[in-house]
């Protein structure tokens, strides 16, 4: 466990530190925008890779997906492994197993990471105590917290919703509506995946949530956020003729954490009205929590939500 706490810190801290050179990619091309302004958060990197032959004489779907750093290229990220996210979709398209799409890297803030995806209604639906012993179990994991921890995913969503995504409208030859805007990440990028579809059921029709951090902070006793996390999805989740969602999680290291919270979110679908056509969550025993085992499930979802259309 100690391993795993250890990993997600470096993650937090050290992805934010930008890097001048783009990442390489398998199959392909990345424009990077390297200090998008916000008035919601932090300046970032955004990452944009465009399939191979991609062409403004056709539309693309568009996959947005946090923790841009590490989506592409493993000798540019901090652990030395990445989603190859390039490589994965580049396969499903010669297979003509899913439609066009171009992926919208969104870096981390670094140190605002977990502030940014951390579900703010949730927490805010905490009584005054359970908030502080959250704030306890974060700063004893090593979290920058100052005073009572203070998600910002609100605002993170506002940056995606109001200001990244007319940019992509506006310059890349893409689809904008709903049916062809999705989002994905793991661990506390799938949390804010899960985030994003509920909070904006007009704009997102698919989310991907892997390894979904479910305890929010890194332990399950004395932890309310589990349940602050499935009362939220009773009451927020979009209309299941509409959406597409879809959940996993392996049961190595902190993945560990997570089957048995995710047996009550698949309850919680089930009981608003969710089917096999619009959700799916897969097991993966003996899977850790890393980019290596992301990258070699991800065709999974993006099969799921952007599957050829006949």
């Known amino acids: 466990m100690k391993k795993s706490l250890s990993?997600?810190?470096?993650?937090?801290?050290?992805?934010?530190?930008?890097?001048?050179?783009?990442?390489?990619?398998?199959?392909g091309t990345i424009e990077r925008i390297g200090n998008f302004k916000s008035d919601h958060v932090t300046a970032r990197t955004i990452d944009i890779w465009l399939p191979e032959g991609y062409s403004k004489s056709k539309k693309y779907a568009v996959l947005y997906m946090h923790d841009g750093q590490m989506l592409f290229d493993p000798e540019s990220t901090?652990?030395?492994?990445?989603?190859?996210?390039?490589?994965?979709?580049?396969?499903?398209f010669k297979s003509n197993k899913v439609e066009p799409f171009i992926v919208v890297g969104i870096?981390?803030?670094?140190?605002?990471?977990?502030?940014?995806?951390f579900p703010q209604k949730p927490f805010e639906s905490l009584s005054r105590l359970e908030k502080d012993t959250v704030t306890s179990q974060l700063k004893r994991a090593s979290i920058p917290v100052s005073g009572t921890f203070s998600p910002q995913s609100d605002n993170y969503l506002k940056f995606l919703v109001?200001?990244?995504?007319?940019?992509?409208?506006?310059?890349?030859s893409v689809?904008?509506?709903?049916?062809?805007?999705?989002?994905?990440?793991?661990?506390?990028?799938?949390?804010?995946?899960?985030?994003?579809?509920?909070?904006?059921?007009?704009?997102?029709?698919?989310?991907?949530?892997?390894?979904?951090h479910w305890v929010g902070s890194f332990g399950l006793e004395n932890n309310p956020m589990p349940d602050a996390f499935l009362n939220y999805?009773?009451?927020n989740l979009p209309n299941p003729k509409e959406h597409k969602i879809y959940f996993d999680c392996g049961?190595?290291?902190?993945?560990?954490?997570?089957?048995?919270?995710?047996?009550?979110?698949?309850?919680?679908?089930?009981?608003?009205?969710?089917?096999?056509?619009?959700w799916t969550t897969k097991y993966f025993p003996g899977e850790d929590h890393s980019e290596n085992a992301w990258n070699r499930r991800l065709a999974i979802p993006l099969e799921f939500l952007l599957p050829k259309q006949p």
């Open 107 to 117: 870096w981390n803030g670094g140190t605002t990471r977990h502030p940014d995806y």
């Open 251 to 278: 049961d190595e290291t902190l993945d560990r954490l997570y089957p048995e919270i995710q047996k009550k979110v698949d309850q919680v679908m089930i009981e608003k009205g969710y089917g096999p056509l619009h």
């Open 233 to 235: 999805l009773k009451s």
């Open 175 to 212: 689809y904008t509506d709903r049916d062809n805007t999705y989002v994905a990440g793991s661990s506390m990028g799938g949390l804010i995946s899960m985030y994003a579809i509920c909070e904006y059921p007009k704009v997102f029709g698919g989310a991907a949530c892997l390894s979904t």
């Open 78 to 92: 901090w652990n030395k492994q990445a989603w190859n996210v390039d490589d994965v979709a580049s396969s499903l």
């Open 7 to 27: 990993i997600v810190l470096m993650v937090s801290t050290l992805v934010g530190q930008a890097q001048e050179t783009l990442p390489k990619v398998i199959s």
């Open 162 to 172: 109001a200001e990244l995504k007319p940019y992509i409208d506006t310059n890349y």
